[in-house]
């Protein structure tokens, strides 16, 4: 079967299908959360739509609670699980293109989710029709399983495998091809203190809204006598090539500096607008709660994303760095806190890195709490899950399916056999969490391709 003409054959239903995907602007909202709508209208209003579709092409749907949900076709004991989620992280500013539009350009479509995950996700359903219409036969019964809250915790496949059967095997189109077997560990750590003064330099301080992506915008309130600091701070603007203001009012200054987003397990693909604004303030703190919360992050985060001032460093040959990103970062002249995102290496330590941790920042008088923990994902190249997925990608390529470690966390750590599979191409620029989000319009039929591809290697009757 010629898969990549089939898909060729569906390029225009394709795209409108991601364009009203996209157009459902499906970001947590937790202060307009019921239980019609656990993580607010918009993403279970995303989950509706994929399901509709589903049940208008005749296959079995499942609405779980109205977090997660499922398409299903073919019969058999056995499952074979595609997990996608349709969820996306808050667009930011600054976009060329609207980014809840699906607007194509060239040869790409650029919108909120049309690389994470909604497009590689929707790649996927078009290949469970291709393989329904082309009429082949499956052993496994093939479900696509639709999270909602990837982006903000994994809530929705947490409750959906309370109530559903694990797939026997599985993958997630939520990554990079060819294949990845290894996903870092993934756990929020939180850093705190309280300020003794009440009279502090700092009045607020305030950056990001996730700990899954680098902050792009960062505020702040100096109280400060200096009339220089506004020519100071335009200069360090100039010679950190980033923008941002600064407005006098009486003995305040109050500050905003722009950096360049970019998604959380690879920090140093973004600009922390938080850790420059706190560098170019690190010249005029005295007071002491300001002076701790300051001298922190700018010690902790300038030009390292490692923890190698905290005792959190760690690489290994199975996946790479470990690494940090302060994600959420606030200071109201009373409390400081610091979340980050900390991306740790498979074989890490985590209880003996973290004891070190708490050693090195208790000396600095702060405090570090766990607030979520997920530990790292393997499978081993010997998995007949991962044999058979590199003969379908190198089938459908003509390239050699190497394996991939990744930062990012992907549903793929929550089978018990399953891996990340595409849908990002080797050399292609990852611009998830990003503005100007974009998929390849080629690619994703090609993915398309591979997807069914992979279904009828993995579930067909032999």
Not at 366 to 377: E, T
Request: aromatic share 10%; charged share 25%.
């Amino acid at each position: 079967m010629d898969w990549m003409k089939e898909a060729q054959n569906r390029q225009d239903e394709l795209i409108l299908d991601l364009q009203q995907l996209i157009q459902i602007p499906s970001v947590l909202d937790e202060s307009l959360a019921t239980k019609d709508y656990p993580f607010g209208p918009e993403p279970y209003r995303a989950l509706k739509w994929l399901l509709d579709k589903g049940e208008k092409e005749g296959m079995i749907v499942k609405d779980v609670d109205h977090m997660a949900g499922h398409i299903e076709m073919g019969e058999g004991e056995e499952i074979l699980g595609i997990l996608g989620h349709v969820d996306v992280v808050p667009a930011g500013n600054g976009w060329t293109y609207p980014p809840f539009e699906g607007t194509v350009v060239g040869n790409k479509l650029f919108g909120r989710g049309s690389i994470d995950d909604k497009g590689p996700t929707m790649a996927a359903w078009m290949a469970m029709k291709m393989v329904k219409d082309a009429g082949i036969q499956l052993d496994k019964r093939v479900r696509l399983i639709i999270g909602t809250d990837e982006e903000s915790g994994f809530r929705c496949v947490e409750q959906y495998f309370q109530k559903e059967a694990m797939p026997t095997i599985g993958f997630a189109p939520d990554a990079d091809f060819p294949i990845i077997n290894a996903e870092k560990g993934i756990s929020t750590l939180r850093f705190s203190f309280q300020a003794e003064n009440t009279n502090e330099d700092i009045k607020s301080f305030a950056s990001g809204k996730r700990t899954n992506m680098v902050p792009d915008f960062a505020e702040a309130v100096l109280i400060h006598d200096d009339p220089n600091i506004g020519k100071t701070f335009e200069q360090f603007l100039l010679t950190n090539k980033v923008k941002g203001s600064v407005i006098p009012k009486h003995n305040e200054w109050h500050f905003t500096l722009e950096g360049k987003s970019a998604h959380a397990m690879e920090p140093n693909d973004g600009v922390n607008a938080a850790i420059y604004l706190a560098k170019f303030l690190a010249e005029y703190v005295t007071s002491t709660g300001s002076k701790k919360f300051i001298d922190f992050l700018v010690n902790t985060f300038w030009n390292d994303s490692r923890g190698n001032a905290i005792g959190l460093a760690f690489t290994d040959e199975m996946s790479g760095d470990t690494t940090l990103n302060a994600g959420v970062i606030a200071f109201d002249g009373k409390t400081g806190t610091v979340d980050v995102s900390l991306r740790y290496s498979v074989s890490y330590s985590f209880e003996e890195k973290l004891t070190q941790c708490q050693t090195a920042v208790n000396e600095q008088g702060i405090a570090v709490d766990v607030l979520s923990n997920s530990k790292p994902h393997y499978v081993d190249e010997s998995e007949e899950l991962i044999q058979s997925l590199k003969k379908v990608y190198e089938r459908q390529t003509g390239e050699p399916a190497t394996l991939l470690a990744i930062g990012g966390g992907t549903y793929a750590r929550v089978l018990e056999k399953g891996v990340a599979f595409g849908m990002l191409f080797p050399g292609e620029k990852d611009v998830a969490h990003q503005l100007d989000e974009f998929v390849d319009i080629q690619n994703l039929l090609k993915s398309a391709a591979i997807y069914a591809d992979a279904i009828c290697e993995l579930a067909a009757k032999k």
